[in-house]
């Protein structure tokens, strides 16, 4: 290839790069004006109406506070602080049991560390199905179960603490050096004293980085979940908000609280970070050098086994210690003591099996068959299912296994297997028995009102004075496609494949293609349309929320950069505006924004990019302090103008940064934007949480949460993926 064959090559790739750089910021830029544009029609109320009023509501709440003065702003903040103490035990206890859980699941899945094959790679999965469920859902389902109390919060934000921390673990013991492990190997050493001599000691500080970087992380986590009834300063702002008016000094105190701690918990986080850095770094430069002499060298080094053994023993006790206390400031053992296990029972069984109910009213002698007892989906008298036969007055139901119940008039007959007859007869004032001789099972319950029978999970039979009701557990999900009064409800899969394509039409105005996909999209047992609407929400808030706040972080980071900013004043006003951004929780921006703008994907949007301006532009200002300056001199030396150096000396720099984080940002968001949608925002978890408040249909509720989980670890792999292909193929280009 000769000299101009090269020269033109070059100048080729350049239009194409420019060209593509060019399309990409056009895209983005199309996104982000179609997703406001979509958003905002289907808000609530609309962000132009609602941007006059953005400032009413944080100016009702600061001119409550300015009347109650400071000493009684200072009396509130008091009287709230035991509220916090719990939300910071909640994040540190969380914290805790989730790094322990994360550092010994992350040895058995990291593959250069000797773990079996059959153990890491399910332990990879089950770190990744942990990472990707939100807090929110398992703080509510164990709020069900155990009552509102700190602990659910706790156990949850440690579930998740164990797949994130565990996933970063991972990563870190994958990147040490195995020549100390395999020193110990020839040695004789065991796998657990190969890590405990030839892995922790390397892998400590980042997991320590790691550990508190996620206890600032978890401790807004826990004060959302106080919202949905976990308790600490979360609960108390959902009491002040929703009283209104004359609560606004309450509100205001409490967010100044949440604000604070987080701020100071955020440069604790920092500064112990740093110490850490540091340190790793002065224990490298000590150990290169040799001019101190040995018996100093000796010194040194006894001094530092001495500190890193007492260390070993102190850390984990004043852990464990900590731990006792939160078992007990939280009460867990009453808190187990009290706990309801049957409803967990009920709860998984309604989940994955629906039931059929035979019913009859004593009042009226009348016996209906309906699918989870809805009228819009009760049997007619001549389409009975093959396990009920009627005969004159005679009901026969056949509940498998040679259980039988037989309804006649006011007397219910049971006939159980390995006990035998039961006889109930309703009376006006009572229930009478006929029970088999010998002890009564477990599961049966029987008094003068109430009898209650449920010797398996599939079958229940029930009787009051006033009905018998007798319940048939199927598995799976009850009407899932088709609604039951359609004309397609009971066909099955190759049926309906057929008609889809019969020229006889179901219904003239429309293909039957069309006519099975209306039955299944409107289906108002599960509201499929609905769902995905809310999904497609979700998703829109977190793409929006995430574009906006990496776009609108970039130019501020150059703001906030000493090497691009000359002026103190401006740097020191960035990064403080950085710092109020990242402090205040979307949680409570999202409050703010939806008194102003309504429930809708824009509130949440707006919430996400505001909090995420902060967080994006700290990143991408340490970034910019980290580029390489000869690179920009040398773009300067063609010529260039300042806007040319940004463009072909800083931004090829900084793109990896750039991209991974706002992927990795625009894959945890997608979680954010499901718990502050249950807030009120709106979206799929919205939705979840309205479905949670009935406690009857379960198996929609897990419709929705298996529906989020895929989303959530569907936007994991894509941003995975994407960083991979972006940030893999910039460095090979730029190799």
């Given at each position: 290839m000769?000299?101009?064959?090269?020269?033109?090559?070059?100048?080729?790739?350049?239009?194409r790069?420019?060209?593509?750089?060019?399309l990409?910021?056009?895209?983005?830029?199309?996104?982000?004006?179609?997703?406001f544009d979509v958003s905002n029609?289907?808000n609530?109320?609309?962000f132009?109406?609602?941007?006059?009023?953005f400032?009413?509501?944080?100016?009702?709440l600061?001119s409550?506070?300015?009347?109650t003065?400071?000493?009684?702003?200072?009396?509130?903040?008091w009287?709230?602080?035991?509220?916090?103490?719990e939300t910071?035990n909640?994040?540190?206890?969380?914290t805790l049991?989730?790094g322990?859980g994360a550092?010994v699941?992350?040895?058995?899945?990291?593959?250069?560390?000797g773990a079996?094959?059959?153990l890491?790679?399910p332990l990879r999965?089950?770190l990744?199905?942990m990472?990707?469920?939100?807090?929110l859902?398992?703080?509510l389902?164990?709020i069900f179960?155990?009552?509102t109390?700190?602990?659910p919060?706790?156990i949850?934000?440690a579930?998740h603490?164990?797949?994130?921390?565990?996933?970063l673990f991972?990563?870190?013991n994958?990147?040490?050096?195995?020549?100390?492990m395999e020193?110990?190997?020839?040695?004789g050493?065991?796998?657990?004293?190969?890590i405990r001599?030839?892995?922790i000691p390397q892998?400590?500080?980042n997991?320590?980085?790691?550990?508190l970087?996620?206890l600032?992380?978890n401790v807004?986590a826990s004060a959302i979940?106080?919202f949905?009834g976990?308790g600490?300063i979360?609960?108390?702002?959902?009491r002040t908000?929703?009283?209104g008016?004359?609560s606004?000094?309450e509100?205001?105190?409490?967010?100044?609280?949440?604000?604070?701690?987080?701020?100071?918990?955020?440069?604790l986080?920092?500064w112990?970070?740093?110490?850490l850095a540091?340190?790793q770094?002065?224990g490298?430069e000590?150990?290169?050098q040799?001019a101190?002499?040995?018996?100093?060298?000796v010194?040194r080094?006894?001094a530092m086994v001495?500190?890193r053994?007492?260390l070993t023993?102190l850390?984990?006790?004043?852990?464990?210690?900590?731990?006792?206390?939160?078992?007990v400031a939280f009460?867990?053992?009453g808190l187990?003591?009290?706990?309801r296990?049957e409803?967990?029972?009920?709860?998984?069984t309604?989940?994955?099996?629906y039931?059929?109910h035979v019913?009859?009213s004593?009042?009226?002698g009348?016996?209906?068959?309906?699918i989870?007892?809805?009228?819009?989906?009760?049997?007619?008298?001549?389409?009975?299912p093959?396990?009920?036969?009627?005969d004159?007055e005679?009901?026969d139901?056949?509940?498998?296994?040679?259980?039988?119940?037989?309804?006649?008039?006011?007397?219910m007959?049971v006939?159980?297997?390995?006990?035998?007859?039961?006889?109930?007869t309703?009376?006006?004032?009572?229930?009478?028995?006929?029970?088999p001789a010998?002890?009564q099972?477990?599961?049966?319950?029987?008094?003068?009102?109430?009898?209650?029978?449920r010797p398996?999970?599939?079958?229940?039979?029930?009787?009051?004075?006033?009905?018998?009701?007798?319940?048939?557990y199927?598995?799976?999900?009850?009407n899932?496609w088709?609604p039951?009064?359609s004309?397609?409800?009971?066909?099955?899969a190759?049926?309906?494949?057929?008609l889809?394509?019969?020229?006889?039409?179901?219904d003239?105005?429309m293909?039957?293609a069309?006519?099975i996909?209306?039955?299944?999209?409107?289906?108002?047992d599960?509201?499929?349309?609905?769902?995905?609407k809310?999904?497609?929400?979700?998703i829109?808030m977190?793409l929006l929320?995430?574009?906006?706040?990496a776009f609108?972080g970039?130019?501020?980071?150059?703001?906030a950069?000493?090497?691009?900013?000359?002026?103190l004043?401006?740097r020191?006003?960035?990064?403080r505006?950085?710092?109020l951004?990242r402090?205040?929780?979307?949680?409570i921006w999202?409050?703010?924004?939806?008194r102003?703008?309504?429930l809708?994907?824009l509130?949440?949007?707006l919430?996400?990019?505001?909090?995420?301006t902060?967080s994006l532009?700290?990143?991408f200002?340490e970034a910019l302090e980290?580029?390489?300056?000869?690179q920009?001199e040398?773009?300067h030396s063609?010529?260039a103008?300042?806007?040319?150096r940004?463009?072909?000396?800083?931004l090829?720099?900084?793109l990896?940064v750039f991209?991974?984080?706002a992927?990795?940002y625009l894959?945890s968001n997608t979680?954010?934007?499901?718990?502050?949608?249950?807030?009120?925002?709106g979206g799929i978890?919205?939705m979840?949480?309205?479905?949670?408040?009935?406690s009857r249909?379960?198996?929609?509720?897990?419709?929705?949460?298996?529906?989020?989980?895929?989303?959530?670890f569907a936007?994991?792999a894509?941003s995975g993926w994407?960083?991979?292909?972006?940030?893999?193929g910039?460095?090979?280009?730029?190799v």
């Open positions: 000769t000299f101009a064959d090269l020269e033109s090559e070059i100048v080729r790739q350049t239009r790069r420019q060209m593509y750089s060019g990409a910021v056009l895209i983005v830029a199309a996104v982000l004006i179609a997703g029609s289907m609530s109320g609309s132009w109406t609602g941007l006059g009023q400032f009413d509501y944080p100016a009702g600061l409550e506070a300015w009347e003065g400071l000493i009684g702003m200072a009396e509130l903040m009287r709230f602080l035991p509220a916090l103490i910071l909640i994040a540190v206890a969380a049991l989730g322990l550092s699941l992350s040895l058995a899945a990291t593959p250069n560390l079996p094959a059959w890491r790679l999965r089950v990744d199905v990472r990707a469920f939100p807090e859902i398992i703080a389902f164990l179960v155990l009552g109390s700190p602990v919060a706790m949850a934000v579930f603490t164990v797949g994130a921390l565990g996933k991972s990563e870190v994958e990147n040490i050096d195995v020549k100390p020193g110990l190997a020839s040695s050493a065991s796998w657990f004293q190969r001599y030839g892995v892998v400590a500080p997991w320590l980085s790691y550990f970087l996620r600032e992380i807004r979940l106080g949905v976990a600490g979360g609960t108390e702002l959902r908000i929703g009283w008016q004359g606004g000094d509100t205001i105190a409490l967010f100044v609280l949440l604000i604070v701690s987080i701020f100071l918990i955020d440069q986080s920092s112990g970070r740093a110490r540091g340190r770094g002065q490298e000590t150990s290169a040799t101190h002499g040995h018996e100093n060298r010194a080094v006894r001495r500190r053994t007492a023993v850390a984990p006790a004043l852990a464990l210690g900590y731990l006792a206390y939160a078992w009460d867990v053992t187990i003591a009290s706990a296990p409803r967990a029972a009920i709860l998984a309604d989940s994955v099996m039931k059929t019913e009859e004593l009042r009226t009348e016996v209906e068959v309906a989870e007892g809805e009228r819009t989906a009760t049997y007619a008298p001549d389409a009975l093959d396990w009920v036969r009627v004159g005679t009901w139901v056949d509940l498998g296994d040679g259980w039988r119940v037989t309804l006649d008039g006011p007397r007959t006939e159980a297997p390995g006990y035998g007859t039961i006889r109930v309703a009376q006006e004032r009572e229930l009478l028995y006929d029970l010998g002890p099972p477990d599961w049966l319950r029987t008094d003068p009102v109430k009898f209650d029978m398996e999970i599939g079958k229940r039979v029930q009787a009051s004075r006033a009905k018998f009701e007798i319940h048939r199927h598995w799976g999900w009850e899932f088709f039951f009064r004309p397609l409800w009971g066909m099955s190759g049926e309906v494949w057929s889809a394509w019969s020229p006889d039409r179901l003239p105005a293909s039957n069309a006519f996909f209306d039955q299944v999209w409107t289906n108002p599960w509201m499929h349309g609905e769902v995905f809310a999904l497609l929400e979700t829109m977190a929320g995430t574009l906006v706040a609108v970039l130019p501020l980071a150059f703001l950069a000493a090497n691009f900013t000359p002026s004043a401006l020191f006003g960035v990064r505006l950085f710092d951004l402090g205040i929780d979307m949680l999202s409050l703010i924004f939806i102003a703008f309504g809708g994907p509130t949440g949007a919430a996400i990019a505001f909090t995420d902060g532009g700290k990143l200002s980290n580029v390489d300056d000869k920009i040398g773009v063609t010529g103008s300042q806007l040319q940004y463009r072909f000396g800083v090829p720099q900084i990896p991209l991974s984080q992927l990795y894959e979680r954010s934007a499901t718990v502050i949608g249950a807030l009120g925002a978890g919205l979840l949480v309205e479905t949670m408040r009935t249909d379960w198996e929609n509720t897990l419709y929705i949460i298996v529906l989020t989980i895929l989303v959530v936007m994991d894509l994407l960083r991979r292909r972006l940030i893999q910039h460095e090979a280009r730029e």
